[in-house]
């Protein structure tokens, strides 16, 4: 199988774009992968500029190492596999179609915003608005599959359609806030504010920190669409699934002050 | 009066076929909180399911699940209903689902068949909700949940519908004794029941009324067997050896023709197997000719 290699020559002094490179790999220029155009400090440089770039461009890209200043790393991918060693910056998996982008250390903000399919796993904590809407956009995260190890910022799934946000640890304030539909399920539970405004779509955790007024408390349920959902994810996501829980959950559902038929689902142990 | 034919085990077989038709056939799974509630929906759902001419679609259990087969991990049922066209079983599956899965306490529906045309379920069903129903992609499945009186109608947008099936395969058992042609259907009935992707959709899967084509009765499209109907030996024109005293028939659906194949097949071999210790002497086949039926299943090589 082919793999290609990225290593940063040195610690960037600018932020560095990757937001181009799927598209650069796609169609590769003269002079081949090192001459993919990509943007440091907002201009325009050649990938072989930054990076020292070693194999065969393929279904595989790794990173060996990362940087907090390596931006839409991921973005746009429709298949293969991408693994980062280290730390990742702002907007990576941005409008990711399929594939799998695995990073292994912290992500930036804006994480899988536009997202419409594939998985990304994380194994360190993710910043703010993850899976959620950029401007100028209708929808956040329309599809796939978001893992973090770690915690979640604030607003993730903002205005989010479709797909599965995992937390291992908590989410942070308004988790779900103007949420249309998916799921985002926070195993160490979500911050204040969480589904403000949400239309549609489930959150699932242990606990909330300040449930919201607008969230009407309809009890304790064992519901069907749980098991289900436990099913699909375990046969789609394997040990990435989220942790099995009962499915008898304490559900509220809201946000009244919209229209109300999201669901806030507190498991019960 | 059918003469030739081959002796196995104390049994004639009848040189003969089945004439079968083509269908379309479509599958759901129920499941509920117990076996005894899936089974207890799936026979309600597959009441008045006999033939597709009274009925409306021909309907029958396919076989039990285990929590591990089905998508919810809860006991579960398989059903199939055969029509003549996708659109015969639409209405069917609205309403017999909406009747008798969605009314019955802790089931959930799914579809059990992945064809090229859908059959709307979940679609329609989701409007009893009132606007308090969501819906939910998992696995690329859309579902509806739907609010009922003890919790959560969860149901699957579509099932397939496969128009390929085939309707109207068949075996006719005929004895010297009424009791013992009963326990031998029985068994067939049951090593029938091991197939899959087939139904035997008469009441306990065998038929006492097998018809013929017309009537002298004007707007009667079958009626009585004459030729079949052993208290009527003497008076017609009768296939029926002179110790004849009973017929009875097992009609097939399957959603393919090799299904309905093997379930002939294994239907035989029971047969074979224990019929001439019970009275069965005979194993004929129901056909028109083979002039109407695109399927054709000689009994001869099914043994």
């Given at each position: 199988m082919s793999r290609l290699t990225l290593k940063l020559k040195s610690t960037p002094v600018n932020r560095i774009d990757l937001s181009g490179l799927a598209a650069g790999l796609a169609k590769l220029p003269a002079g081949g992968v090192e001459r993919i155009v990509i943007l440091s400090g907002g201009k325009p440089v050649w990938l072989g500029d930054v990076f020292t770039v070693s194999g065969t461009a393929g279904s595989d890209i790794a990173f060996e190492g990362g940087s907090d200043r390596l931006d839409g790393v991921g973005a746009g991918m429709t298949g293969g596999t991408l693994t980062v060693d280290g730390n990742v910056g702002d907007g990576?998996?941005?409008g990711m179609r399929g594939g799998r982008l695995e990073i292994r250390g912290n992500v930036g903000g804006m994480?899988?915003?536009?997202m419409k399919g594939g998985i990304i796993h994380v194994t360190g904590s993710a910043g703010d608005f993850l899976g959620a809407v950029s401007a100028g956009h209708r929808f956040g995260m329309t599809g796939g599959n978001v893992i973090v190890d770690g915690n979640i910022g604030a607003r993730a799934g903002d205005k989010m359609r479709r797909g599965l946000i995992l937390a291992r640890g908590t989410a942070g304030e308004a988790a779900g806030s103007r949420m249309i539909g998916g799921t985002i399920v926070a195993e160490g539970g979500f911050g204040p504010h969480a589904g403000q405004l949400m239309r549609r779509g489930t959150l699932i955790a242990p606990r909330v920190d300040r449930m919201l007024a607008t969230f009407a408390d309809c009890g304790v349920h064992d519901l069907v669409i749980l098991r289900l959902m436990a099913r699909g994810w375990a046969s789609e996501l394997g040990a990435l699934a989220p942790k099995p829980f009962s499915p008898a959950v304490r559900r509220f559902a809201g946000d009244l002050s919209a229209i109300g038929k999201g669901e806030i689902l507190l498991t019960i142990t | 009066m059918q003469t030739t034919g081959t002796t196995i085990n104390g049994v004639l077989i009848d040189d003969t076929f089945a004439e079968a038709f083509g269908m379309s056939g479509t599958g759901l799974i129920i499941t509920a909180d117990s076996e005894k509630w899936a089974l207890q929906c799936a026979v309600t759902l597959t009441g008045f399911g006999t033939s597709v001419i009274g009925c409306g679609a021909e309907c029958g259990i396919d076989r039990l699940l285990s929590p591990d087969e089905t998508p919810d991990g809860r006991p579960g049922v398989r059903v199939l209903m055969f029509g003549f066209s996708p659109d015969a079983l639409i209405p069917q599956v609205a309403n017999r689902v909406g009747q008798c899965v969605l009314t019955s306490p802790g089931s959930a529906c799914y579809a059990a068949v992945d064809g090229p045309v859908a059959i709307p379920l979940g679609t329609t069903l989701r409007q009893f909700g009132d606007g308090f129903q969501t819906s939910r992609r998992v696995a690329g499945k859309r579902y509806w949940r739907v609010p009922v009186m003890d919790g959560e109608f969860v149901c699957q947008d579509k099932t397939g519908c496969v128009t390929d099936a085939v309707g109207g395969g068949n075996l006719l058992l005929l004895g010297h004794d009424r009791k013992g042609c009963l326990e031998v259907a029985e068994s067939t009935v049951a090593a029938i029941g091991l197939v899959n992707d087939v139904i035997t959709p008469f009441p306990g899967g065998i038929v006492r009324s097998g018809s013929k084509v017309g009537s002298k009765y004007a707007g009667m499209f079958a009626s009585a067997n004459d030729a079949f109907a052993p208290t009527l030996k003497g008076a017609t024109k009768s296939e029926l050896h002179a110790e004849t005293a009973c017929v009875l028939e097992i009609v097939i659906d399957g959603l393919t023709s090799k299904s309905v194949a093997d379930a002939m097949r294994a239907g035989l071999k029971a047969i074979i197997a224990g019929g001439a210790a019970k009275g069965v002497t005979r194993v004929s086949a129901g056909n028109y000719g083979g002039k109407l039926g695109q399927h054709h299943y000689h009994l001869r090589e099914l043994v």
């Open positions: 990576a998996g941005t994480l899988a915003s536009g | -």
